[in-house]
């Protein structure tokens, strides 16, 4: 008796009729994911989220997200800063931050608005620090010690990029209030040497757009299944540490709210993804995070 498809054969079953040119887009770039095909991806689970939304579906996911738009542009996938004013480039790594879905758009007063968008649709976690873990680390002290970035940023080995350069995290949220996380939370070191760390470089992200121009406003945002409570615990335990700013914020976005703005109210979606989304499935995919 032959087990449960894990893995669709090619592109076209893998994603909707309406996100596969979305899909060849990322083929074309060198930027889909290893298990991308894979019935449990988060990569996936975007495309056929996000692709199908139309002008109006854009505004009202904007709308929900707290910013009132009037001309939007097309969802743009794995968005990274090409000009790496972050700094995570080196030559160990030409890796930088990425974000699964960016939407864009402009008000009546003509502000420029963007919303940097985390999915997930199984993984229990963000990703970690992999300074904090790396055996290299010539300053694991720092990682042990409380606050942002051990409040050593100096030290922070994450910041000196494995001793290939200087990222710019620091500089770039040296605005934000910060809030000790609560005991329950704290795993009593660096605040992102854990599970923070991934939505920390997405909201450091955030404010280079507004710092430099590109944007009036942003919005960081987590889309997950409203069922999937570990990820939303995940989501509140960051934004506690990491305050709003005036022109940066954070917001919840239920996967299930994006997908009634197709323009067939999510109905090919809701089909496809039925059985991943109740709340037995979600328990279950939360052990695994290596399809994202």
Not at 67 to 96: I, M, N, Q
Not at 162 to 191: K, M
Not at 208 to 233: I, K, N, Y
């Amino acid at each position: 008796m032959s087990g449960p498809i894990l893995f669709h054969p090619n592109d076209a079953s893998a994603v909707l009729p309406e996100a596969l040119p979305a899909l060849t887009d990322l083929r074309r770039r060198g930027l889909t994911h290893r298990y991308v095909r894979h019935v449990r991806s988060s990569q996936a689970f975007a495309l056929n989220l996000f692709a199908p939304l139309d002008a109006d579906g854009v505004l009202a996911v904007l709308a929900h997200l707290g910013h009132v738009a009037v001309d939007v542009e097309a969802p743009l996938f794995e968005y990274e800063d090409t000009l790496d004013r972050l700094a995570e480039g080196s030559k160990r790594s030409p890796h930088r931050t990425q974000v699964d879905v960016l939407l864009r758009g402009s008000t009546e007063d003509g502000r420029r608005i963007a919303a940097l968008i985390e999915v997930k649709l199984g993984e229990p976690n963000f990703g970690t620090c992999s300074a904090f873990a790396s055996a290299d680390n010539t300053d694991p002290d720092v990682c042990g010690q409380p606050g942002l970035f051990g409040s050593d940023p100096g030290r922070c080995f994450q910041l000196n990029n494995h001793g290939n350069g200087h990222r710019r995290y620091a500089e770039y949220l040296a605005e934000v209030g910060l809030v000790p996380p609560s005991p329950r939370a704290d795993d009593g070191g660096c605040w992102v040497r854990a599970g923070r760390s991934q939505p920390m470089r997405n909201l450091a992200l955030a404010h280079v757009l507004v710092t430099e121009g590109e944007a009036d406003q942003v919005v960081f945002a987590l889309c997950a299944p409203v069922l999937h409570s570990v990820m939303w615990r995940r989501f509140a335990e960051f934004r506690a540490v990491f305050c709003d700013t005036d022109a940066v914020t954070m917001r919840d976005l239920p996967a299930e709210t994006v997908a009634r703005q197709h323009p067939d109210d999510g109905a090919a979606f809701t089909i496809r993804y039925r059985p991943a989304l109740s709340n037995t499935a979600l328990r279950n995919l939360a052990t695994d995070s290596s399809t994202s």
